[in-house]
């Protein structure tokens, strides 16, 4: 199975408390913090849910 990698480009304080849980979810635990996951539909699915604090980068 193929994986992405996700960096946390932005800040958690002032987010709405599951957006933070979603972030921690993917694994990520500050800014610039970069993680390789399964590309899986769920995983898509939190990616889509916090797409204004993470980047997926190559």
């Given at each position: 199975m193929s994986t992405i990698k996700v960096k946390l480009v932005k800040g958690l304080i002032?987010?709405?408390e599951d957006h933070?849980?979603?972030v921690r979810g993917l694994g990520?635990?500050?800014v610039n913090s970069v993680r390789e996951l399964q590309d899986t539909p769920s995983v898509r699915g939190m990616?889509?849910?916090?797409s204004y604090l993470v980047k997926?980068?190559?």
């Amino acid at each position: 199975m193929s994986t992405i990698k996700v960096k946390l480009v932005k800040g958690l304080i002032g987010t709405r408390e599951d957006h933070r849980a979603t972030v921690r979810g993917l694994g990520l635990r500050r800014v610039n913090s970069v993680r390789e996951l399964q590309d899986t539909p769920s995983v898509r699915g939190m990616i889509n849910k916090v797409s204004y604090l993470v980047k997926v980068v190559s």
